[in-house]
């Protein structure tokens, strides 16, 4: 089997089971001088039009917002992975999310424009038919008309299919009538056109239709306060007695909760990459302003402590990255091969994405959180003018902190990614319960006490990967069979196995993103790479232990808790490792660079 | 109206200069390499802007360089240009880059040639006037606004203490510097046309440098800075005389 057919076999999900070969990943330094044009472009874009602007943003300025949009799409940055055909540049997946990365550090602006390029534009992409696509397309694509959706009702948020609003065929068959509220909408005061979810009738499930702001019965409640990314849109949005014409229902009636998963998929690992975007570049302002602020007559770059924090944040980004352009590989690897057997290219694109749902919803945790991580320490780093609304700061605080709740909150995908997990080795999807039984029969066996035979540069720390892997399959196996059908209901087993999950993907992305870097440009040229692989596995090992010990704490006892136990010790044993050094090593080239420049 | 834009790769300005070989050499590695912001903001987009009014028919950009320096000419053909060419050759040395170019643009009949000022790596600023003298052209320096009708440029120009207006007949070459044009930033369809943009290496006929750069030293170090409060005006005035030996 050759290397593309071994990953067009890998599965989502199938990171749990099988290893993966380092040459088979995709890394961002494989960005070619196409991608790398459009990146700057990006950077250019921001420079010029969004960073000096962040305070009209901020004040919702009449028009700013919707102009800044349109300036974007001037560029084409509203309509990178459009098929041509309805005016877009038909770039891949990896493109689009370079742009999303890029992007991403125009806090408001990059909410208004993920919004609009994502659940704004994409389900009339991906749903509609012929004659939606060439009416709608081509003026979302230029940013001539902006996008919202509206899924989220009062009493209905992460339960999406409990929503209240419903729609209803007039007498003469020609209107549906839609009636309802909708809550937290992204870009509600400047768009054209909706995406609205609602029931039909009595039905069990919510359909979608396409509402143009023109349509009669819309009206908009004034914005609402918010923490922070207070320059993007987000009304209440309410449908009285609306007429949406029969034509404009998307897709099949039923279909919308179907519609609205599956663009949650491509939403949660595009939020990834813009929060990786913002992280990078809150550590570029939080790496300066170390190196220029001086404290006992030296720049407090100079301490531990501040290279501490600078160093963690580099590495965490770095982490969430390398998992980031992994999985996007493989969605667009998934989408070729079911294009290549026969399947139409809209639905192998969703199909592709769907299959690697488990890790969207990882990346967009372990990202969002990143950047929490990442804003936190900057305010730090600044001090007292972290504290300051005059520095950046503050408005990088307050905008990230949205990440970890839209798109499905942590919590939420959290539980997915273990219950997906679960649900694909029910249908046979998954093989995890010949993996787990065999674990379990290490469990009985004698340690492996003897040194590993590969003396490679990674060895160690594909050793370590395997036992994270047997950690997981020990501990979701055990919950597994004690809990059965109560395992829903234990959701603090269910996060911990999910952290255990996140950490083993994070790490192995981390780990084969350095492995190919190192084949393509020496070990030399990555020292710092290399530090930070083993500082990010070697933290790892111990929070997947920690999570492992609560959850066997909770669910097993007796011989069978201590055997777990002693198995987990077993499966997260590092070797000692001077962390303190690695993250120096790693502060230095920052403080070096000035700037993030991994 | 042909025009001929001059596009030098330069490192980008915020990277740290390394010397290498004793002094005698600057280490480009991990240099990131951009277009010389004289080329491409102004000279470049003025001539864009030229072809998009109507008034020239073609623009051709121009670069010396080896092929490590394609993706900066890429770039520029992104943001416009209907053809470019590398001018297969690594030089250092004004002459011989104007040299080269002289050779290329001759065979061509350029009404027009635009260059940046000066480059913003080793800053000579004499490979447009010194192009001028080898095509035979006549040459206006560090211009800041150009307007071309028919076969006659107007342009402005700064000299000590104000502004000067020149008129010249075609052909001519003019250095631009602020004011000439607005950055422009490339847009997708650009990005993408540019790959389809011939992009053609000469190689040209060898010519001996004039000049060789011996050595290169670095800046001294950045002295501290001193804050004076405003109502002590007395240690300034020390300061500066003792000090800053500036008064």
Known sequence: MSSTEAVKAIKGGEFLIRETSAEDVFIPEEWNEEQLMIAETCTNFLAQHITPNLVRIDDQEEGLMPHLMEEAGALGLLSISIPEEYGGFGKDFKTSMLVTEKLGAGNSFSVAFSAHTGIGTLPILYYGNDEQKAKYIPKLASGEWKGAYCLTEPSSGSDANSGKARAKLTEDGKHYLLNGQKMWITNAGFADIFTVFAKIDNDENLSAFIVEKSFEGITLNPEEHKMGIKGSSTRQVFFNDCKVPVENLLSERQNGFKIAVNILNLGRIKLGGGTVGASKEVTTQAIRYANEREQFGRPISKYGAIRYKLAQSAIRTYASESAIYRASENMEQATEHLVETGMDAIKAKLKGTEQYAIEAAIIKVHASETLNYVVDEGVQIYGGMGYSAEAPMDRAYRDSRINRIFEGTNEINRMLTVDMMLKRAMKGELDLMGPAAKVAGELMSIPDFGGSEDEGLFSKEKKYIAGFKKAVLMVAGGAVQKLMQQLGKEQEVLMNVADMLIELYVSESTQLRVEKLVSMRGEEACKEQLDIMRVYINDAAEHIAKSGKEAINSFADGDERRMMLMGLKRFTKTEDFNTTQARRNIAAKLIEENKYCF | ?247
């Open chain 2, 1 to 247: 109206m042909k025009i001929l834009v001059c596009i030098s790769q330069v490192p980008d300005t915020s990277t740290k200069i390394v010397l290498k070989d004793n002094n005698t050499a600057v280490n480009t590695q991990g240099t990131t390499w951009i277009i010389n912001p004289y080329d491409e903001w102004y000279a470049l987009i003025r001539a864009l802007e030229l072809k998009e009014s109507g008034v020239a028919s073609d623009v051709h950009l121009v670069t010396v360089g080896k092929a490590d320096t394609e993706p900066v000419i890429r770039k520029a053909l992104a943001l416009g240009g209907d053809q470019a060419v590398r001018i297969d050759a690594d030089s250092n040395d004004p002459y011989e880059t104007a040299s080269y170019i002289a050779e290329y643009a001759k065979s061509n009949g350029y009404d027009l040639v635009l260059c940046g000022k000066e480059s913003i790596d080793y800053n000579n600023g004499t490979v447009g006037v010194m192009l001028a003298e080898l095509l035979d052209m006549d040459y206006i320096g560090f211009a800041t606004n150009i307007q071309v009708e028919g076969s006659t440029a107007t342009v402005k120009r700064e000299i000590e203490g104000g502004e000067e207006t020149d008129t010249v007949s075609l052909p001519v070459v003019i250095s631009c510097q602020k004011g000439v044009a607005e950055a422009r930033i490339p847009n997708m369809r650009g990005i993408m046309a540019a790959r389809t943009r011939p992009l053609n290496v000469v190689t040209p006929t060898a010519v001996t440098p004039v000049a060789a750069i011996l050595s290169y030293e670095m800046p001294p170090a950045k002295a501290g800075i001193k804050m004076v409060s405003p109502d002590n005006m007395d240690e300034l005035v020390q300061l500066l005389h003792t000090e800053a030996k500036v008064i």
